[in-house]
């Protein structure tokens, strides 16, 4: 099995993908075997720092540092359990010491196996409002963003409540309604493109299917790992 090398950026997030990791590779492999994991986080703030500024190349660099550090430990295959911090990525991806497996690419594949002929993307508003939120458009699927004030609040919930820990009725409530909206506008699916989204949102509550970003990473992993 190969090592993974998990770069994390956010808590919660780089969390559930870990336990993911560990409890479907259990699943997979027998009762409490996964393959070797291995993460390395840099404090959020100087990430979010960063991001505010719109230094994307600096972002990226501190990716690089993390799976510098990790390939270090014996990684041999990178995940970024972070959505918004991929447009980082993507300007550093091929001076990477490790292959990377993509956060974007994965939901893409998995919404184009699913069939979805258009997507919601929820996320942080970094993610939404940036220059591609997501990797549909060569698997020919459309996609949707809430709306200005939806973005807004989204964005607050994601980082006043759900990196904190915070997961509260009236935010669920919330995203139910936004997601309700995207149905009206004829999305088929939502993509939880916030790797903290599954904590509060799941296929018993969300009133569409979800592509959930966290969950569908780790698995790619898992996979790639055990070939």
Same mark, same amino acid.
């Given at each position: 099995?190969k090592?993974?090398?998990?770069?994390a950026?956010?808590?919660?997030? @780089?969390a559930?993908?870990?336990r993911?990791?560990?409890?479907?590779?259990?699943?997979?492999?027998?009762?409490?075997?996964?393959?070797?994991?291995s993460?390395?986080n840099?404090?959020?703030?100087?990430?979010?720092?960063?991001i505010?500024?719109?230094?994307?190349?600096?972002?990226?660099?501190?990716?690089?540092?993390s799976?510098?550090?990790?390939?270090?430990?014996?990684a041999?295959? +990178?995940?970024?359990?972070?959505?918004?911090?991929?447009?980082?990525?993507?300007?550093?991806?091929?001076?990477?010491?490790?292959?990377?497996?993509?956060?974007a690419?994965?939901?893409?594949?998995?919404?184009?196996?699913?069939q979805?002929?258009?997507v919601?993307?929820?996320?942080t508003?970094?993610?939404?409002?940036?220059?591609?939120? #997501?990797?549909? @458009?060569?698997?020919?699927?459309?996609?949707?963003?809430?709306?200005?004030?939806?973005?807004?609040?989204?964005?607050?919930?994601i980082y006043?409540? +759900?990196?904190?820990?915070?997961?509260l009725?009236?935010?669920?409530?919330?995203?139910?309604?936004v997601?309700?909206?995207?149905?009206?506008?004829?999305c088929e699916?939502?993509?939880?493109?916030?790797?903290?989204?599954?904590?509060l949102?799941d296929?018993? #509550?969300?009133?569409?299917?979800?592509?959930?970003?966290?969950?569908?990473?780790?698995?790619? @992993?898992?996979?790639?790992?055990?070939?």
């Amino acid at each position: 099995m190969k090592h993974i090398g998990i770069v994390a950026v956010s808590t919660e997030g @780089a969390a559930l993908c870990y336990r993911t990791i560990c409890l479907e590779g259990g699943a997979l492999l027998g009762p409490h075997a996964h393959p070797e994991v291995s993460l390395h986080n840099f404090p959020l703030s100087e990430y979010q720092r960063l991001i505010d500024r719109d230094e994307w190349p600096e972002a990226g660099a501190m990716l690089l540092e993390s799976a510098t550090r990790l390939v270090r430990a014996g990684a041999q295959i +990178l995940i970024c359990p972070d959505n918004t911090i991929h447009q980082g990525l993507d300007l550093v991806r091929e001076r990477s010491p490790a292959p990377w497996i993509h956060i974007a690419e994965e939901v893409t594949r998995e919404a184009a196996r699913r069939q979805f002929k258009r997507v919601g993307i929820l996320g942080t508003r970094f993610l939404m409002e940036g220059p591609d939120p #997501s990797r549909l @458009a060569p698997a020919r699927i459309e996609y949707r963003t809430p709306n200005a004030g939806q973005r807004e609040r989204i964005n607050q919930i994601i980082y006043d409540e +759900l990196v904190r820990a915070q997961f509260l009725p009236k935010s669920r409530e919330y995203f139910q309604q936004v997601i309700r909206d995207l149905a009206s506008d004829g999305c088929e699916a939502v993509a939880l493109a916030c790797t903290e989204i599954p904590l509060l949102i799941d296929e018993t #509550s969300s009133p569409l299917p979800i592509l959930d970003s966290t969950r569908i990473l780790a698995r790619a @992993a898992l996979r790639a790992a055990t070939q």
